[in-house]
């Protein structure tokens, strides 16, 4: 019988949602019957949690690195024997130490083959900052910690089941988006979902949608050139190579008709563009994907939840479609992988003569 795949879980902000949220998905036994979970956090956080939310019929098995998981069961990497207070709703700077700590053991343990999965829990990213945290957010940290060499790029994937967005930029003022808004960046940004909807969501030739930056696509410039000037070209750029895209289309059209429902992947420029109307159509089942780096990471696609933690009233379905969501691309990259690992030679064979040619060699 093949292993199951060890799931790696972080516990995000102790004074948020996470830790209710992952005790009543991993409540459920038939999670364990899929995967091996193995929570980074603190024996006593959860003893702390499991009484606040009467979760009683938790258990779980401590180890020391998640070498020693045992299948069948829910796994705790004790990050610490100190206790860690908790302050339900506020940002603290403990809180933000806490939520490193699980975190960094956590990427060492993938880095190393130890968990096959990360699924990291809500971080606050202003508590979290430290001399050793200075990045926006989980995708910017990952693609510094996690990339194989220069050509491995972090790209966030926004999904369910009936929409896939991805993004240009991420964390960044906006402010800063004209600037930010290139042929380039916009070319690789399309170029590195194609691959991604191909190798990680099983989508042979993928159609995307781009958007456009301004309303009503800049209306021929007089509300903003971009579209001219980057995106268009981008689009025909990408088409040139093969891949199939469409736009830019004005993203309130776009969403409120419905348009996206025809296309396998939507590639918006900014952060709010693409996930605001996402997570209305999501309907708490959205889950946020690290896609271009060599491992597979995913997320719940909302924050920390100060607002209702400790309230006994949050929601964990998107924690557990992330981790559902985690084991599906892994399995997808896995076939892939080995679907194009050793492709047939390109061939033909002459008419009139008893001679096949190999075409991956030069011609004499």
Known sequence: MARLLKVGITHGDINGISYEIILRTLSDER???????????????????????????????IIKDATEAEEGVVNLVNISQEEFKVDLGLATPEAGRAALLSLDMATEALKNGEIDILVTAPINKHSIQSDDFHFAGHTEYLQDKLRD??????????????????????????????????????LDTITRFDASLRKDFAIAGPRIAVLSLNPHNGDNGLIGNEEQTAIIPAIQEATQKGIICFGPFAADGFFGSGAYRKYDGIVAMYHDQGLAPFKVIADNKGVNFTAGLPFVRTS??????????????????????????????YRNRVAYLQATHNPLRKQYVEKGADKTVDLTKESL
């Open 300 to 329: 719940p696609d909302h924050g920390t939840g100060y607002d209702i933690a400790g309230r006994n009233i949050a929601d964990e379905t998107s924690l557990r479609e992330a981790i559902y969501k985690g084991i599906d691309i």
């Open 149 to 186: 060499d220069s050509d491995d790029k972090a790209l966030m994937i926004l999904f369910n089941d009936s929409a896939r967005v991805a993004l240009v930029t991420t964390h960044l003022p906006l402010s800063h988006l004209p600037e930010a808004i290139t042929q380039e960046k916009v």
């Open 31 to 61: 999670l364990t019957e899929i995967c091996t979970p193995i929570i980074f956090g603190s024996a006593k956080l959860i003893g702390y949690f499991k009484k606040l939310f009467g979760i009683e019929n938790f258990r779980f098995n």
